[in-house]
């Protein structure tokens, strides 16, 4: 998952004040509307809208952004000729398929006319200089390694032939790829994470789509060992003071646990956050994760993921300090981890609301019945009785629904992004934005 450049996030320019002092909330609770649909969007009032991803169940959903009056919507899902692509669709601010974008509002981005390429969409952003770049990566093909995948599109959705090998790069760095998130900067360069041959992957790249050098020079990347496996999910940009923070999980001592880590623009790990510029946080016996970021305005830093045994995991949220130390005002020791249902619930984004509330995304449930979850967090930790029931609202996506990411759109409303597997308008797999006040 990734943290864009929307309104909601701009929070992120901020400049942090002081390291150990905690951070300070004004946000509202949750108000009458909060968790209902916008029935402007969409059709016929539901609030949502569907976009066609793959034939049946080939396809995924995975990252949203929003500027102006667009969405864009990207994920990935099987090609005419076989193969996964890169799909890539923009929707007006009403919800419906942008017909100047590509093809009735969608793209498709292949590296091989060939059954055996597999490229999958992580996270996709605006350039402000014009134009979208996908974020991904390329499964083996032949005797390649895994290797991150870009891709940058005019306004009309055709490729920038300006941007790499006509409009597409792949950034082969010696081993073997998965992405999981990224961004694009303000300057246009562009941020993958993943992992890279077991190892926690910090890579980045120039505006035109070069491996960019500079970083962690002259490699262009970053990996960074925590035990056995270690896997990046989602980064963010202080924007002000380029510094990168990038969160996942590790499998330490028999367990998963936690991970935080904080770049300098140079690539560096920033010795003045948490242990060398690295914070690995768990219970004994209690696997974590991170999935989700988000900079305060104070300098401090929210992580977002899941945290419990297998059968009985719940949401949770940790706030940290500037200098990496816990929030003692947020939570148990800057630690938010009440019972989100009685059932196994995985965490799959963030938002940082205006004010500091916190709404986590996720799908869960209980008896095995999977549902798509929003979560969402007082200023102090607490799970905002206001919200849902005890804080905690399901959101119907279709029989087969799952809930991906959550974006910031205004003071008031955020669009949220999934997935269905479903048999109307036909069969396939639809990715699914919605609209809700908040």
Same mark, same amino acid.
């Given at each position: 998952?990734?943290?864009?450049?929307?309104?909601?996030?701009?929070?992120?320019?901020?400049?942090?004040?002081?390291?150990?002092?905690?951070?300070?909330?004004?946000?509202?609770?949750?108000?009458?509307?909060?968790?209902?649909?916008?029935?402007?969007?969409?059709?016929?009032?539901?609030?949502?809208?569907?976009?066609?991803?793959?034939?049946?169940? !080939? /396809? &995924?959903?995975?990252? *949203? +952004?929003?500027? @102006? $009056? =667009?969405?864009?919507? #990207? %994920?990935?899902?099987?090609?005419?000729?076989?193969?996964?692509?890169?799909?890539?669709?923009?929707?007006?601010?009403?919800?419906?398929?942008?017909?100047?974008?590509?093809?009735?509002?969608?793209?498709?981005?292949?590296?091989?006319?060939?059954?055996?390429?597999?490229?999958?969409?992580?996270?996709?952003?605006?350039?402000?200089?014009?134009?979208?770049?996908?974020?991904?990566?390329?499964?083996?093909?032949?005797?390649?390694?895994?290797?991150?995948?870009?891709?940058?599109?005019?306004?009309?959705?055709?490729?920038?032939?300006?941007?790499? !090998? /006509? &409009?597409?790069?792949? *950034? +082969?760095?010696? @081993? $073997? =790829?998965?992405?999981? #998130? %990224?961004?694009?900067?303000?300057?246009?360069?562009?941020?993958?994470?993943?992992?890279?041959?077991?190892?926690?992957?910090?890579?980045?790249?120039?505006?035109?789509?070069?491996?960019?050098?500079?970083?962690?020079?002259?490699?262009?990347?970053?990996?960074?060992?925590?035990?056995?496996?270690?896997?990046?999910?989602?980064?963010?940009?202080?924007?002000?003071?380029?510094?990168?923070?990038?969160?996942?999980?590790?499998?330490?001592?028999?367990?998963?646990?936690?991970?935080?880590?904080?770049?300098?623009?140079?690539?560096?790990?920033?010795?003045?956050? &948490?242990?060398?510029?690295?914070?690995?946080? @768990? $219970?004994?016996?209690?696997?974590?994760?991170?999935?989700?970021?988000?900079?305060?305005?104070?300098?401090?830093?929210?992580?977002?993921?899941?945290?419990?045994?297998?059968?009985?995991?719940?949401?949770?949220?940790?706030?940290?300090?500037?200098?990496?130390?816990?929030?003692?005002?947020?939570?148990?020791?800057?630690?938010?981890?009440?019972?989100?249902?009685?059932?196994?619930?995985?965490?799959?984004?963030?938002?940082?609301?205006?004010?500091?509330?916190?709404?986590?995304?996720?799908?869960?449930?209980?008896?095995?019945?999977?549902?798509?979850?929003?979560?969402?967090?007082?200023?102090? &930790?607490?799970?905002?009785?206001?919200?849902?029931?005890?804080?905690?609202?399901?959101?119907?996506?279709?029989?087969?629904?799952?809930?991906?990411?959550?974006?910031?759109?205004?003071?008031?409303?955020?669009?949220?992004?999934?997935?269905?597997?479903?048999?109307?308008?036909?069969?396939?797999?639809?990715?699914?934005?919605?609209?809700?006040?908040?």
């Amino acid at each position: 998952m990734v943290v864009l450049l929307v309104p909601g996030h701009l929070l992120a320019e901020e400049p942090a004040r002081r390291a150990g002092v905690a951070l300070r909330c004004a946000g509202p609770d949750a108000g009458a509307m909060a968790g209902q649909l916008d029935p402007s969007f969409g059709g016929a009032g539901t609030g949502m809208a569907r976009v066609r991803f793959g034939a049946d169940d !080939d /396809g &995924g959903f995975f990252d *949203l +952004d929003a500027a @102006g $009056d =667009e969405i864009i919507a #990207g %994920g990935w899902g099987q090609g005419g000729l076989g193969g996964v692509r890169f799909r890539v669709a923009r929707l007006t601010g009403a919800g419906s398929a942008d017909p100047d974008f590509g093809g009735g509002g969608m793209v498709t981005t292949s590296w091989a006319a060939s059954t055996g390429d597999y490229v999958y969409l992580a996270a996709v952003g605006r350039r402000r200089a014009g134009g979208i770049v996908a974020i991904g990566w390329r499964d083996r093909f032949g005797a390649a390694s895994a290797d991150v995948a870009l891709a940058r599109y005019a306004e009309d959705g055709s490729l920038d032939p300006s941007f790499g !090998d /006509g &409009g597409k790069r792949l *950034l +082969d760095l010696g @081993g $073997d =790829e998965v992405v999981r #998130g %990224g961004l694009v900067a303000h300057d246009g360069r562009i941020v993958a994470v993943g992992q890279r041959d077991g190892r926690l992957l910090i890579a980045r790249a120039t505006a035109d789509g070069a491996l960019d050098t500079s970083f962690a020079s002259p490699r262009g990347y970053r990996t960074v060992a925590l035990g056995p496996a270690s896997v990046a999910e989602a980064v963010a940009i202080d924007h002000r003071r380029g510094r990168l923070v990038v969160v996942g999980s590790a499998e330490r001592d028999g367990q998963r646990d936690m991970v935080v880590v904080r770049l300098l623009p140079s690539g560096a790990l920033d010795g003045s956050f &948490g242990d060398r510029g690295v914070i690995v946080a @768990g $219970d004994p016996g209690i696997d974590e994760r991170a999935v989700a970021v988000a900079l305060s305005p104070d300098g401090g830093v929210v992580v977002a993921g899941d945290a419990g045994p297998e059968g009985a995991r719940d949401f949770q949220v940790r706030r940290f300090l500037a200098d990496g130390s816990p929030d003692p005002a947020f939570g148990e020791a800057g630690v938010a981890a009440w019972p989100t249902t009685g059932g196994d619930d995985q965490a799959e984004d963030m938002a940082l609301l205006p004010g500091g509330a916190v709404l986590v995304a996720g799908n869960g449930g209980e008896d095995g019945a999977a549902m798509p979850l929003l979560a969402r967090y007082a200023c102090d &930790g607490a799970l905002d009785a206001g919200f849902g029931a005890g804080g905690v609202l399901p959101v119907d996506f279709g029989e087969f629904g799952v809930l991906h990411t959550v974006r910031v759109i205004s003071g008031d409303q955020v669009l949220l992004g999934g997935a269905d597997v479903g048999m109307s308008p036909g069969p396939g797999t639809y990715g699914v934005v919605a609209r809700m006040w908040m």
